[in-house]
């Protein structure tokens, strides 16, 4: 059974961080770009960050740029967001995400997500 599952979302002041991890299963997700997205409540879902297959090349959306990381352990078919100095306007839903319907699978310019996990709740307040 292929599946995504988010953890480490959790509450945190404002300068705080945390460590969501994206775990898959059913597949082998060596051969995934995988992304990061997140959805705050009554606005849309956003791209936050993708990490390609086989040459780990990353992106990330400008309003977390210097502030998270995206990585990927392929022995545990894990990919992380680290994400530090947190800010209010962060607190969102954040999802994983893989295309699973297409051949162009690989790299994050490519990909076409289609297959989500359940989401893990990321806030930040005083």
């Known amino acids: 059974q292929v599946q995504l599952v988010e953890s480490g979302g959790g509450s945190v002041q404002p300068g705080g961080s945390l460590r969501l991890s994206c775990v898959a299963s059913?597949?082998?997700?060596?051969?995934?770009?995988i992304g990061w997205f997140r959805q705050a409540p009554g606005k849309e879902r956003e791209g936050v960050s993708c990490?390609?297959?086989?040459?780990?090349?990353?992106t990330y959306v400008d309003s977390v740029k210097g502030r998270f990381t995206i990585s990927r352990d392929d022995a545990k078919n894990t990919v992380y967001l680290q994400m530090n100095n947190l800010k209010s306007e962060d607190t969102a839903v954040y999802y994983c995400?893989?295309?699973?319907?297409?051949?162009?699978?690989?790299?994050?310019?490519?990909?076409?997500?289609?297959?989500w996990g359940q989401g893990t709740q990321v806030t930040v307040s005083s």
């Open positions: 995400a893989v295309d699973r319907a297409t051949e162009n699978h690989y790299y994050c310019e490519d990909y076409s997500p289609n297959y």
């Open positions: 059913g597949f082998t997700a060596d051969y995934y770009a």
């Open positions: 990490i390609s297959a086989l040459d780990g090349s990353t």
